[in-house]
């Protein structure tokens, strides 16, 4: 049987519909609940608060781009797809603004209330349907936060800060030093100075 069309992406129409207008939350009337009903969620939504980890995460009310799918089975709802997030923070070593888009995959399914997937289930092992709504927001929050690095750097070999002057190492012109080496350890600093032939 011929799949019903589905709207083109950001139907402005669907939008007054939402339940208490959560931009996060699929109105699953939207879907119908025949196994193999299918549609495409493109929306740009704004991140809610609070996701991230000490240094780094998604500003409140960024706009965070879900590239899903949304299919009906048997047991609920399997929602699939590509999220883009961006996040910002602070290098863990020289505390420079660090900015980034992450772009993160997704699949999970949401029983249905009732469903064999939710009566065999751990209450935490399953995202369920609430009713006739799924948030997506639990999903791409969780998704988010364990990819999100608990040292975040600027660059993969950024090289902090000058311990003596506190600017950032990668600034400053390769010889930069505040070396006033007492001269018992002249001889030991040498030694542990990176040869630069070759
Ligand atoms: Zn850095
Ligand atoms: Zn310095």
Known sequence: MPAAPTPRRGAASTDARRPGGDPWKVDLRELGRRAGS??????????PEGWGVEMIGVPEGAPVELHLRLES???GVLVSGEVEVPVTGQCARCLDPVEDTL?????ELYAYEGSTTEATSEEDEV??????????APLVR????????????????CSGLCVDCGQRID?????????????????????FTPSKEN
């Open 38 to 47: 299918m549609r495409d969620w493109e929306k740009t939504v704004p991140a």
């Open 142 to 157: 969780d998704t988010v936060v364990l990819t999100l690095p608990l040292s975040p750097t600027c660059t993969p070999d």
């Open 127 to 136: 995202r369920r349907i609430d009713g006739e709504h799924l948030d997506l």
């Open 171 to 191: 600034d400053l012109p390769a010889d930069h030093s505040h070396e006033q080496l007492d001269p018992r350890w002249a001889g030991l600093a040498d030694r």
């Open 73 to 75: 089975v048997m047991e």
């Open 103 to 107: 772009h993160l995959d997704v699949q």
